[in-house]
């Protein structure tokens, strides 16, 4: 691998496994004007004036704002597909502020990857007749490619495998897709449940996953049942013994409907269904 400046405008960005976030980049614009670009961005050549960016998309993008014309770049063109692949990621786990929703993603993809790779090596060897040796397990790599423990992969693995794709499109620009307890939460869930926190969460009837989830698992109505049956009982109270009956028939459950008692609905946390 070899250091070289190129022009940034002969950089393809490509398909990125995050976008960049224009806070960093702002933040990342001081610190090049007062210290320079200290780490170069990753590349491979696609011909003689032409480089696709493997690593480094915040520091591109904030060079490219300051004016400059030129880059420091790092050439990984002896990298396979794969490995250029996890480069970028190993790049962003340890470099990028990540957030926890993110995080497991990258890690998500990683594994991936390096299962890919594993696969093919081993294959590789059978054709060879080369006996596999003691095998590093992806964990294992991981923490020490990154500085992770073995214990917060697994755990962001799993967060990123069990909550549904869509779900996680969902809130990824809300608060929640940056804290692990609330995505520990959403991964306890169904998918089918998934969607329903989010919905709870969107439409203000709970405050958080968390207590989403508590509310699903545990069989309360939720906020918006309460508030019909309040609404309900309130109607019902006010109607006349005409209307009382009139509904009665229109819901078919037939009989004459007394003024005290009305209908058998299911009581409420504030008694006003007495």
């Known amino acids: 691998m070899t250091v070289a400046r190129v022009l940034i405008a002969d950089i393809e960005i490509g398909q990125r496994l995050r976008s960049y976030d224009g806070e960093k980049v702002a933040a990342l614009m001081e610190s090049v004007q007062e210290l320079g670009l200290r780490t170069p961005i990753s590349l491979v050549r696609q011909d003689t004036d032409s480089f696709r960016l493997v690593a480094g998309l915040h520091r591109l993008e904030a060079c490219r704002r300051l004016g400059w014309e030129h880059i420091d770049a790092l050439f990984v063109d002896t990298l ?3 490995d250029q692949q996890m480069w970028e990621i190993d790049e962003n786990l340890v470099r990028a502020e ?5 995080r497991s993603e990258h890690l998500l993809r990683r594994k991936q990857l390096f299962e890919t790779k594993r696969e093919q090596e081993r294959v590789a060897g059978k054709r060879d007749g080369i ?3 003691h095998e590093t397990g992806f964990a294992t790599d991981t923490a020490e490619r990154t500085g992770l423990t073995k214990r917060h992969i697994n755990r962001s693995i799993r967060r990123a495998e069990r909550i549904a794709g869509d779900v996680r499109e969902a809130i990824r620009l809300s608060p929640s897709f940056r804290k692990a307890v609330e995505l520990d939460a959403l991964a306890d869930l169904s998918h089918e449940d998934q969607r329903r926190a989010v919905h709870l969460v969107a439409r203000d ?13 545990s069989g309360k109505p939720t906020l918006t049942q309460e508030r019909q049956l309040r609404a309900l009982v309130a109607a019902w109270k006010a109607a006349s013994d005409e209307t009382r009956a009139a509904f009665l028939e229109d819901v078919g459950a ?4 007394s003024r005290d008692e009305g209908p058998r609905l299911p009581t409420v946390s504030d008694g006003s269904a007495n």
Do not use: H, N, W
């Open 205 to 217: 009837e709970v405050r958080s996953f968390r207590e989403a989830k508590e509310r699903l698992t």
């Open 131 to 133: 006996k596999p040796q």
């Open 254 to 257: 037939g009989g004459d409907a």
């Open 80 to 82: 396979g597909e794969i």
């Open 98 to 102: 990540l957030s926890e929703g993110e």
